[in-house]
């Protein structure tokens, strides 16, 4: 149960983080503005510099734990894409012009994963020795 809930803080860490950095994504900046955050701007470099790589990385290793728990392999590796591809984004990545949308494919393919994980989980795989 805590995995579940670590999960689902790493990737709502990540949204709002990301909905904070007006300037350097205009999609969730219009959407934080809509939604009424837009005083999370103020906070953008905490945000960006600080707390999103902490909730990518604690959905990262989550996942990864999750993995080696429950032997799904195709599930795992979606779940696993969504953090890489955001740190990818942040880290060696950022001076493209294309990175901006591989940062969208991960937070989306974070949430997917997140709700699909609640509408239906992976059964544990048990051992018959």
Known sequence: ????????????????????CTGCFPALG?????????????FEGIAVNT??????????????????????HTRAAFSILGPVAVLLTLYPLWQYDWSTYLFYFGIC???VMSVLDIVKPVREQTCNV
Request: charged share 10%; net charge positive; hydrophobic share 55%.
């Open 1 to 20: 149960m805590i995995n579940k809930i670590l999960d689902k803080v790493g990737s709502g860490g990540v949204w709002l983080a990301a909905l904070s």
């Open 30 to 42: 219009s959407l934080a503005s809509a939604l009424g955050l837009g005083f999370l701007s103020h």
């Open 109 to 111: 393919l974070m949430v």
């Open 51 to 72: 707390l999103l790589p902490i909730f990518a990385t604690l959905a990262l290793l989550v996942n990864l734990y999750n993995w080696h728990k429950n032997k799904s």
